[in-house]
């Protein structure tokens, strides 16, 4: 089923889309907000860098990451988790930006999860060819908590699959200002994100950001 509202302040078409039970996309729904969240973002890889991360197997991400918030999600060759300190700088990561924390709470009570306080914003960068393969969020405490998800720059195409890999995946694409709330049904399916096609945003430049903002702990 597909809506569609008007902001009457804006004059900006926000569409809200159900990719599925629990899947909800607030289309442009970041767009009014864009140029704070991209000057809290400055900030933010001011004190944590975007980095290029070891998985588990040994392999570098093409994504290069940072976080903001009391948790940040971090991987190495020991494994995946969610720790308060970056581990390039020795320091917490730096604070969730209010800006950052206002337009997700907004969007998980727009999509019926109200309250909610996420303690960790998980930043991907991507260039031309970065990808994620299909892959569950379970390193969270609660999986009653949703995710939100904000796209800005180039877009994507984003993988949604099922509660098993092999499950037949929908292909969404993903553009500027596009928010997702993921919660109930939707919250462990599997999910990635195709390589990136060569493209230029007039405000973030060739590179596509996506904030995911969780309550880890
Ligand atoms: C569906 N990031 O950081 S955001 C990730 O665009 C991640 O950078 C992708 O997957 C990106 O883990 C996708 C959308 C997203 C995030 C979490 C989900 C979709 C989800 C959790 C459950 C189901
Ligand atoms: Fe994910």
């Known amino acids: 089923m ?9 004059g900006i078409e926000a569409r809200q889309e159900q990719l599925g039970p629990g899947a909800t996309v607030l289309h442009r729904h970041a767009v009014p907000e864009e140029t704070a969240l991209l000057s809290a973002l400055r900030d933010v890889v001011a004190g944590a860098p975007f980095r290029h991360m070891v998985t ?52 998980a009570a727009r999509a019926g999860f109200g309250e909610y306080v996420p303690d960790a914003c998980l930043i991907n960068r991507y260039v031309t060819g970065a990808r994620v393969s299909l892959h569950q969020d379970k390193n969270e405490q609660d999986f009653d908590q949703p995710i939100v998800s904000v796209s800005l720059g180039i877009p994507a195409v984003f993988l949604f699959g099922g509660l098993n890999r092999a499950d037949r995946a929908i292909r969404v694409k993903l553009t500027h200002g596009d928010v997702v709330v993921w919660g109930g049904a939707a919250r462990l399916r599997y999910h990635g994100i195709l390589p990136i096609k060569e493209d230029h945003h007039p405000l973030v430049g060739d590179h596509r950001i996506n904030l995911t903002f969780r309550k880890a702990a």
Do not use: Q
């Open 2 to 10: 597909t809506m569609n509202l008007f902001d009457s302040m804006g």
């Open 56 to 107: 588990p197997g040994g392999f570098h991400m093409s994504v290069a990451v940072t976080n903001c918030g009391s948790l940040g999600w971090v991987t190495d060759r020991t494994g995946y988790r969610y720790d308060p300190i970056d581990p390039v700088s020795g320091l917490p990561w730096p604070r969730m930006p209010e800006v950052f924390l206002a337009l997700a709470t907004r969007a």
